[in-house]
């Protein structure tokens, strides 16, 4: 027997690629619906190949009766129809940053804190980390378990679909703008973002980091180690597609580079690209359309008695939010829903 599975935000960047997901991982539901909002109601959103899904209204859906609900709306509109779906029986997966920081709400990464998702029974809601926070704990998690990992720093490079469709076309608009000798003011963000880059991503908090940067210094803490301190620089690149990520770790003893390159080649979820020739990285572009976190420039770093620097990259709507959101869902249904949910 199936299940039943609502996707909200379904018209979204992430919301059509969780339909996707689920199409090709072949998740085990007898019935898939697409929810949003008033405006998009019947809309059709692909699942899979060959099944279309007419779009309903998220406002008045009735949640009885459906097993999971992967919500990647906004962090308002989860805020209200998030514990809505909860309260019916319906597990809720949220890839907003709404329920992140909530005690009674496990954050989860598979390939890093399984053993958490267990707590999802206290509100049944489960968190999504921020995308930019999935990719780096997914490569420091293999690190942590051979030397206990004391401080990261990080600077992101984060492609334009982060804040949606909207900007992706702001970014493709401003840059046939230019080869057009036309000028555009930003709309969406608060530079021009087409041949540029923008140390900026959310709003400013009071000790001058911003919403993103604090996202991952606080989201590493609870899935990794609360005693990992995080400094992070986010910035907005223009790419489509793709996150990536300088990181350097001090640890609280030595792990050289061999030992680093041999874990990571193991760890679940990775893939290793480390040649010291040209081209032997990867870049945001060749892991569109990747499952993997894809880790190259492992090296050591002898500023610090205990230092190593790698380059992390992502597909950011893949793992960075759907297939994280949809793994979640898999590990439920193999280990905590029972045969007959």
């Not at 940053?97 to 804190?113: A, G, Q, T």
């Not at 919403?211 to 301190?229: A, F, G, S, W």
Request: aromatic content about 6%; overall charge negative; some cysteine.
């Amino acid at each position: 027997m199936g299940y039943r599975v609502a996707v909200v935000g379904a018209t979204g960047n992430v919301g059509r690629e969780i339909l996707g997901m689920l199409s090709e991982r072949s998740f085990p539901a007898d019935e898939v619906i697409a929810l949003a909002s008033r405006g998009s109601v019947g809309k059709e959103v692909s699942y899979g190949e060959d099944v279309t899904l007419a779009v309903r209204a998220l406002e008045d859906f009735d949640f009885g009766g459906i097993d999971f609900s992967l919500f990647s709306p906004g962090s308002a509109i989860s805020r209200k129809h998030a514990p809505r779906a909860a309260d019916s029986g319906c597990v809720v997966i949220d890839n907003t940053s709404e329920f992140r920081m909530d005690e009674d709400v496990p954050l989860i990464v598979p390939e890093v804190n399984r053993e958490a998702i267990s707590e999802f029974r206290q509100r049944n809601i489960i968190a999504n980390p921020n995308c930019s926070t999935i990719q780096m704990v997914v490569a420091l998690k293999p690190l942590h378990d051979l030397v206990p990992i004391k401080r990261v720093v990080v600077s992101t490079y984060q492609s334009v679909s982060g804040s949606g469709k909207d900007a992706m076309d702001e970014l493709f608009d401003h840059t046939r703008a230019i080869y057009m000798n036309d000028r555009k003011e930003p709309k969406l963000f608060p530079k021009t973002i087409a041949f540029n880059v923008i140390p900026h991503i959310d709003s400013f908090m009071v000790d001058g980091s911003t919403r993103e940067e604090t996202k991952m210094m606080r989201e590493t803490q609870k899935i990794l180690d609360h005693d990992i301190v995080v400094s992070a620089t986010c910035v907005r690149v223009p790419t489509f597609i793709g996150h990536a990520e300088a990181v350097n770790i001090e640890f609280h003893d030595r792990l050289n580079e061999e030992e680093a390159r041999e874990a990571l080649t193991e760890a679940p979820g990775v893939i290793v690209v480390d040649e010291r020739v040209d081209g032997g990285y990867v870049t945001p572009s060749e892991c569109t359309g990747e499952d993997a976190t894809f880790v190259s420039r492992i090296r050591q770093d002898e500023t610090v008695p205990f230092g190593l620097n790698m380059w992390v990259v992502s597909d950011n709507l893949r793992k960075g939010a759907a297939l994280n959101a949809v793994q979640i869902a898999e590990e439920l249904v193999s280990n905590h829903m029972g045969v007959n949910h």
